[in-house]
């Protein structure tokens, strides 16, 4: 879809898109895709989702906690397994005899995870870590109380996280609600860790850092595998930085409006944020919202 110059014109809204791609499964993103800020699902995006949950699968891809997430599909009918924290973890979803089997797990190398925690210390960024799908914080600090906001779970303070990370963390995070300083965080640990890590954003607010043989679309692939389809398969919408390599290799994929240069570069679509929808005018457009 380039231009003459090899410059990428800037993705169509979904409605004025023109294309014979005929989706054999759905891929969404959950935060600033399905929910806003607000954490509220317009009701017009739940019935298209779940319409179309009840036609073909549906796949959520997160970079939440598996708990954090899990209210989600059930709100929304799908049953597909969990794509987790950047893809680090795909769960089943829980059965009426037990809970969800873990069908992929792989963390961030301690020594990695260590190196993540001595940066963020020397530069006073609030940094955090996971294990055992719980949110684990040293410091009381409001970029930690954001975050169990938005993820709606609580926090579980520690003497010194260094003792939980050394053991395994699914990922840490930094949280600011400075963008310059977010910016920084991203720029110093990408330099400082380079290939031993994934350092991506999800929300705005946080920098990711996971293991650099993860993604999205590779645990994705693996749901689909059990399918019998691929991503190619998928119409797939998302809206950050984290979501740029599921965009990349769905068969149709669908960007929200306002969203960084870097997703739209790899989207063929637009739609309208959580708030208008946008998520069932893309069900829709393929003719899967009921």
Same mark, same amino acid.
């Given at each position: 879809?380039?231009?003459?110059?090899?410059? &990428?014109? +800037? /993705?169509? /809204?979904?409605?004025?898109?023109?294309?014979? =791609?005929?989706?054999?499964?759905?891929?969404?993103?959950?935060?600033?895709?399905?929910?806003?800020?607000?954490?509220?699902?317009?009701?017009?995006?739940?019935?298209?989702?779940? +319409? %179309?949950?009840?036609?073909? /699968? *549906?796949?959520?891809?997160? @970079?939440?906690?598996?708990?954090?997430?899990?209210?989600?599909? *059930?709100?929304?009918?799908?049953?597909?397994?969990?794509?987790?924290?950047?893809? +680090?973890?795909? &769960?089943?979803?829980?059965?009426?005899? $037990?809970?969800?089997?873990?069908? =992929?797990?792989?963390?961030?190398?301690?020594?990695? #995870?260590? !190196?993540?925690?001595?940066? +963020?210390?020397?530069?006073?960024?609030?940094?955090?870590?996971?294990?055992?799908?719980?949110?684990?914080?040293?410091?009381?600090?409001?970029?930690?109380?954001?975050? !169990?906001?938005?993820?709606?779970?609580?926090?579980?303070?520690?003497?010194?996280?260094?003792?939980?990370?050394?053991?395994?963390?699914?990922?840490?995070?930094?949280?600011?609600?400075?963008?310059?300083?977010?910016?920084?965080?991203?720029?110093?640990?990408?330099?400082?860790?380079?290939?031993?890590?994934?350092?991506?954003?999800?929300?705005?607010? =946080?920098?990711?850092?996971?293991?650099?043989?993860?993604?999205?679309?590779?645990?994705?692939?693996?749901?689909? &595998? &059990?399918?019998?389809?691929?991503?190619?398969?998928?119409? !797939?919408?998302?809206?950050? /930085?984290?979501?740029?390599?599921?965009?990349?290799?769905? $068969?149709?994929?669908?960007?929200?409006?306002? %969203?960084?240069?870097?997703?739209?570069?790899? #989207?063929?679509?637009?739609?309208?944020?959580?708030?208008?929808? @946008?998520? #069932?005018?893309?069900?829709?457009? =393929?003719?899967?919202?009921?």
């Amino acid at each position: 879809m380039s231009d003459t110059a090899g410059i &990428r014109p +800037a /993705p169509p /809204p979904i409605g004025d898109l023109h294309v014979a =791609f005929t989706p054999r499964l759905a891929v969404l993103d959950i935060d600033g895709t399905l929910i806003g800020a607000d954490l509220i699902l317009n009701p017009r995006t739940r019935d298209a989702v779940r +319409a %179309a949950a009840s036609r073909l /699968p *549906v796949i959520l891809a997160t @970079g939440r906690m598996y708990r954090s997430a899990l209210p989600w599909p *059930v709100e929304l009918g799908v049953v597909q397994p969990l794509v987790c924290y950047q893809g +680090a973890l795909v &769960r089943e979803m829980p059965h009426p005899d $037990g809970p969800g089997a873990t069908l =992929f797990e792989e963390g961030l190398d301690p020594e990695v #995870a260590m !190196a993540a925690l001595r940066i +963020a210390r020397a530069h006073d960024w609030h940094i955090q870590a996971y294990q055992d799908d719980d949110l684990i914080c040293d410091v009381d600090r409001p970029e930690a109380h954001l975050y !169990a906001r938005i993820a709606q779970v609580p926090i579980c303070f520690v003497n010194d996280l260094a003792t939980i990370v050394i053991n395994g963390s699914t990922k840490v995070v930094c949280v600011s609600e400075d963008p310059a300083v977010v910016d920084e965080c991203v720029a110093t640990l990408r330099a400082k860790l380079g290939e031993r890590a994934r350092v991506t954003r999800s929300l705005e607010q =946080f920098v990711e850092v996971v293991s650099p043989h993860i993604n999205k679309a590779l645990s994705i692939e693996m749901v689909c &595998r &059990r399918l019998g389809l691929s991503l190619a398969d998928a119409v !797939a919408v998302g809206d950050a /930085p984290n979501d740029c390599e599921m965009l990349a290799g769905a $068969g149709c994929a669908v960007a929200v409006r306002g %969203a960084r240069d870097e997703v739209l570069a790899a #989207a063929d679509a637009t739609c309208s944020g959580p708030e208008e929808g @946008g998520v #069932a005018d893309v069900l829709a457009h =393929f003719s899967l919202a009921g």
